[in-house]
């Protein structure tokens, strides 16, 4: 059973903000929820980390609702170097962690 | 923030080779670093949770004989593919993490092995 299920890819223009959203109905009550990014031939890269409600940084936006079983992470403004794939976590920060297929996310000009 | 490095960043050897690649945490120490293998188009998995001055644990399916892992210090951890042949090419990836919870992984750029 995966812990997390993504859009396996998504297109955008440059400008345009982005929502990849991940679904993680068994997440646990201590889990956090961490966004990666990816690009090809390269390690993971983190983006952002949240519990619950929003967490803003200089990169992206995190929403969690209440229920936390599910997550939406924004883009604002993409360009053509945000194309990647982006995989979203969740764990306690103790453990391995278990990686769905990504979303990959492919911006045109 | 915290850096891992690892080294090389891409190895190409003859079937039979052994190859070794380290893992390092720049700035912090880890007791605990994974290691993961990505194959093209696909997503990272887990092989092996390295653990310093212990055994690594090991996923199933992944034999701990083929692929030696060493975690001798707080910063530094090793993975030996051992007589590589050409199915073990692959992008591995190692990680570790700033001790305490809640605190993301930081990973290493990768090592892509290419065996002849």
């Known amino acids: 059973l995966a812990k997390t299920t993504q859009p396996i890819s998504m297109d955008s223009y440059e400008g345009q903000e982005v929502n990849i959203t991940c679904s993680h109905n068994?997440?646990?009550?201590?889990?956090?929820i961490t966004w990666y990014q990816q690009f090809p031939s390269q390690g993971p890269r983190f983006i952002i980390q949240?519990?619950?409600t929003k967490v803003t940084n200089e990169v992206a936006s995190l929403f969690i609702p209440a229920d936390r079983k599910s997550s939406t992470l924004s883009l604002p403004r993409v360009s053509l170097s945000d194309t990647a794939v982006y995989y979203c976590t969740t764990d306690t920060g103790r453990r391995a962690l278990t990686f769905g297929s990504g979303t990959r996310l492919q911006v045109q000009p | 923030g915290a850096v891992v490095s690892q080294h090389p960043s891409r190895v190409i050897c003859k079937s039979g080779t052994s190859v070794k690649i380290e893992c390092r945490s720049l700035?912090?120490?880890?007791?605990?670093m994974f290691w993961y293998r990505q194959f093209p188009k696909q997503s990272l998995m887990l092989m092996a949770t390295?653990?310093?001055?212990?055994?690594?644990?090991?996923e199933q399916g992944v034999e701990k004989d083929k692929f030696l892992i060493n975690h001798a210090s707080l910063t530094l951890s090793t993975l030996t593919v051992t007589s590589a042949h050409p199915e073990d090419s692959s992008f591995y990836i190692c990680?570790?993490?700033?001790?305490?919870?809640?605190?993301?992984?930081?990973f290493g750029d990768g090592t892509r092995l290419s065996i002849l």
């Open positions: 390295s653990n310093e001055g212990s055994k690594a644990t090991y």
């Open positions: 949240g519990y619950k």
């Open positions: 990680s570790a993490r700033v001790e305490g919870s809640n605190q993301p992984q930081h």
């Open positions: 700035d912090f120490q880890a007791t605990t």
């Open positions: 068994n997440i646990a009550t201590n889990d956090y």
